[in-house]
């Protein structure tokens, strides 16, 4: 076995705002998203920082093995190798969407997912006990829930999101896969399951750009009361209650005098990171998250 | 003991393969990235992944030194580039292939360079001083400004290509770049720590179908040869290239390093062309080539691996060269450069005894001078006819 896996669930508990660092479009600071599909994510080396500060309670050793040696010195002259250098443990992959809140006029919000979102978080949790099959692509526009699905009228059968009104059927396995990823948070099952909406991935690219929080803000000048000349600006969240699917993977410890197997080493990462701060404008709220693995047996290599 | 493992690698986070341009060589904190990555970042990561696998079922830890030792034997064969519909198997009509260097789209569409005899009077191919280059055919060409052409061919394409047919589309765009920025943050100030801001791009593997209806991903076929039996390798995720981006693997068949049916059996001229990058003693000139007197002129004549009978070189499309910089473990320092052909370049030849060449399918994938450790210098063999543009 090269490396073991640990797949994890991201829960934004209040909007999440993992920026680029660079726009070119009217939102000043948007959020990370992939290139070529326009999902949402999380950057591993963001995650990575902020276990790597969750964990400065482990001993110093376990601690650069986990995560690898800090530079000493910033810039080129950093890159020098030093004697006993070693590469951390420990790898974070990036964070991706798996559902996102969308106002719905009944139920408040659903979590909104789609066949491609799924597939994709298939692979990462694929071995994991209970992961439901394969969600056939919808072939037209519409959307599928659970039995009990407390977004759609009960005789019209359509659900209604922000401005979206989509016929909709119920399919067992929608059921299935709220039950699947609320293992990893069991005190809401019922919320998760009764909200759980997959859409067509066409309507899902239209959500992907439109169901996400954007907020314009302003720095005051305190002397006039009036916004600061060219301090108003516009920056993109996840919302609350997003979801995100992620993996850990670990090695053993390639520190000299520190033996860790790769098993250790992924319980030593996530122990205790049930609250995490991720992600930017942490002084306003942003980025307050979940962050739990799938209890049980976990994979211990891929078939 | 050793075995051959095949599988489909599948980059979860996307690929940053770092070429030799350092983050301070031009814009600060800036670093540049491989198109598609080289065959030795592949074996690379397949070598770490080995030293692991030792490592976990010893319950020690390899130093440096036996790292290397112990996973020099892991060989890689054929690398394949692979784009697929998300759920699909992978199967040969997924293969993508670089766009052959003697391929040329004027006016909207593609042509075939074909080679002819020199004549007098023509400008010259370098410096005037080595009768043999000067003595290669060229191709004439065309009038009209060429167009780029998209880096890949799909399967149908290049197969085409290799009879000797013309594909109507100009080829496949390669996977896109995004960008990511990185930070390093002092935890004393919560603010970036000076100098420790910089960006990398990043190759993403998944695309969204035309029309929005469903994806497409691209991954990475491969064969390889392992010095013991290990049926289950990899059997977890590899790192693979910079940051050791997660990439998960995808047991694939034999089938999918087969030639494709079509091959012309027999041709009286024979071009080969480079899918993956290759590396010979003497820069673009193949090896086992040397310089002789043929028909009259000086030309390179000599033996091709795999190929029955003395060749003369008659023609060689070369794109520049692949600048191939590589990192020693062991030594902690990056290994001296090295100038590789870049996969696509085409090379023609003829028999000396002026017969046809046979079974061409036999060079299917067959490797080509150094580093075939590294699966380098594979090649894809076509149907060349020497008379076609001078009689």
Known sequence: ?303 | MSTTARFALLPRDGLFCKDGRGWYTSDVGRSHSHPWPPPSTIRGALRAAWGQSLMARSSRTLSPAQWERETQDVALGPVLALLRPLGEDFAPEHRMWPVPADALAVDGRLQRLLPRRPTRGVATLGTEDDAALEALWRPVLPPGKPRSLQPFWTEDALSGWLRGETPKSRGQSGPPFRVDVRVTLNIDTQTAEPGMLYQTPILEMLCREPLGTGAREWALGLECTLPADAPDFPGGPLGLGGKRRLTLAERVTPALFAAPRGLPERSPGLRLILATPAQFQRGWLPDGLERAEYQGDPAWVGTLPGVEGQVVLRAALVNRPLELSTWDMVQRRARATRRLVPAGSVYFFERVDGRPFTALSTLWLAPWGNGREEGLGRVLPGHWNPEEMNT
């Open chain 1, 1 to 303: 076995m090269s490396m073991e896996i640990r797949p994890y669930l991201l829960h934004a508990l209040s909007p999440l705002h993992a920026g680029t660092g660079q726009s070119v479009g009217i939102i000043d600071l948007p959020i990370a998203r992939l290139r070529a599909t326009n999902i949402p994510f999380v950057p591993g080396s963001s995650l990575k920082g902020v276990l790597r500060e969750a964990r400065r309670s482990l001993p110093p050793a376990e601690w650069e093995a986990l995560f690898g040696p800090l530079r000493e010195v910033s810039g080129a002259a950093g890159d020098e190798a030093r004697e006993g250098d070693h590469a951390g443990a420990l790898v974070v992959g990036d964070a991706r969407l798996v559902a996102l809140p969308v106002r719905s006029f009944l139920g408040t919000f659903a979590w909104v997912s789609s066949p491609l979102l799924l597939e994709l978080a298939r692979r990462d949790l694929a071995g994991l006990d209970g992961l439901p099959g394969r969600m056939k692509r919808l072939p037209a526009t519409g959307a599928r829930v659970g039995a009990g699905s407390i977004t759609v009228s009960p005789k019209q059968r359509r659900l209604l999101l922000e401005d979206l009104d989509l016929d909709a059927q119920v399919e067992p396995a929608v059921d299935a896969w709220a039950r699947f990823l609320s293992r990893t948070w069991p005190e809401e099952e019922e919320g998760l399951r009764e909200r759980f909406a997959v859409v067509d991935d066409e309507t899902m690219s239209f959500l992907l750009e439109t169901a996400t929080q954007v907020e314009t803000r302003v720095r005051i000048d305190p002397d006039t009361g009036t916004v600061v000349q060219g301090a108003l600006w516009q920056e993109e969240s996840l919302p609350a209650e997003t979801l995100l699917v992620g993996v850990l993977a670990a090695g053993r410890s390639l520190r000299r005098g520190t033996e860790l197997s790769a098993t250790e080493v992924l319980e030593r990462a996530l122990k205790g990171t049930a609250l995490l701060q991720l992600g930017g404008k942490a002084t306003v709220g942003r980025g307050r998250c979940r962050l739990a693995a799938w209890p049980g047996v976990s994979r211990e290599a891929r078939p």
